[in-house]
């Protein structure tokens, strides 16, 4: 099961006086060099056409097509029930996040005042799998990105594996030793039970950030154990009871960021906006020839 222990977080009641300005200012300031540095690396590691950055700061990876094995083999130790490792193939190039949705992004997207508490490159949470799908309309909406011919989506539980495990076979993307993952992702072990911004660890080897731990991400499929079968570009079962959630959060322990991790979570009930949910989203369109169209 999924840790479903949930955390409550204090609204600090705002100081007034020169201090705080500093600080906000500085904190700011680091923010904006972190995303910068980001930028940097991302160009580094990919050519200017396979990295995107679209009106609201946030910038996507081209994946390119290819052949993985889904889920994990029947000797990984903590696997859960239906992780029934296939062959699949992803028949098109995506374009998938960099990071994590932030705050800001989320708030402006959504039309939201931005709290003061947050930093505002902490990844949104607290999102249930409606308000994610209610982001990505939104986003395809705003006149910038509709003029830029953007739209946008959740990933496949298939598109969010294959990036996830970005070439490799182990347990997790840095190996299979949890304990030298803490470089890498944000998790109970070193979190201190609060969200860090996003991009703070190293990347997986295609550059994506946090794709173990810090918020779970939810996927656009409903729920069910994966097949035995090879398959092309799965989407899932036709409907379901429950949503799939991937990748661990920061008050997960380790086993639960492993690379086949996929838990069924209730996508509108009780529990459906908890403080260690977010996402992550596709790009469509405005990209190079093969690139994956809305569903």
Not at 68 to 74: A, D, I, R, T, V
Not at 111 to 131: H, I, M, Q, R
Request: glycine fraction near 10%; charged fraction near 25%; hydrophobic fraction near 35%.
């Amino acid at each position: 099961m999924i840790w479903k222990r949930l955390l409550l977080i204090d609204s600090p009641v705002l100081a007034i006086g020169v201090a705080c300005l500093v600080g906000v200012l500085a904190g700011i300031a680091e923010a904006q060099e972190l995303s910068a540095l980001r930028t940097r690396e991302a160009f580094k590691r990919h050519p200017a056409e396979e990295v995107q950055e679209n009106s609201v700061g946030m910038r996507f990876l081209r994946v390119e097509p290819g052949e993985f094995l889904m889920g994990s083999p029947p000797d990984e130790r903590h696997r859960f029930k239906g992780e029934q490792q296939h062959p699949v193939r992803i028949s098109e190039a995506y374009w998938l996040g960099m990071e994590e949705v932030t705050h800001r992004q989320f708030r402006e997207v959504m039309g939201k005042p931005l709290d003061t508490a947050p930093d505002g490159s902490l990844p949104e949470n607290g999102v249930s799998w409606y308000d994610a799908e209610e982001f990505c309309r939104k986003l395809s909406e705003l006149e910038v990105e509709r003029a830029a011919g953007r739209s946008y989506r959740l990933p496949t539980e298939a598109e969010w594996e294959y990036a996830c495990r970005a070439g490799t076979k182990t347990v997790y993307s840095w190996g299979d030793d949890p304990a030298s993952g803490e470089s890498y992702a944000w998790s109970s072990l070193n979190s201190e039970n609060e969200l860090k911004r996003v991009g703070s660890r190293k990347p997986n080897p295609w550059g994506f950030y946090d794709m173990h731990g810090s918020v779970w991400e939810w996927c656009s499929d409903w729920y069910d154990d994966l097949p035995a079968q090879e398959a092309s570009d799965p989407k899932g079962p036709v409907s379901g009871d429950y949503r799939v959630l991937r990748g661990g959060a920061f008050n997960s322990p380790m086993t639960y960021l492993r690379s086949a991790i996929r838990v069924p979570w209730d996508p509108a009930g009780p529990a459906s906006r908890g403080i260690n949910l977010g996402l992550r989203v596709v790009l469509v369109g405005n990209s190079p020839e093969g690139s994956r169209t809305e569903n």
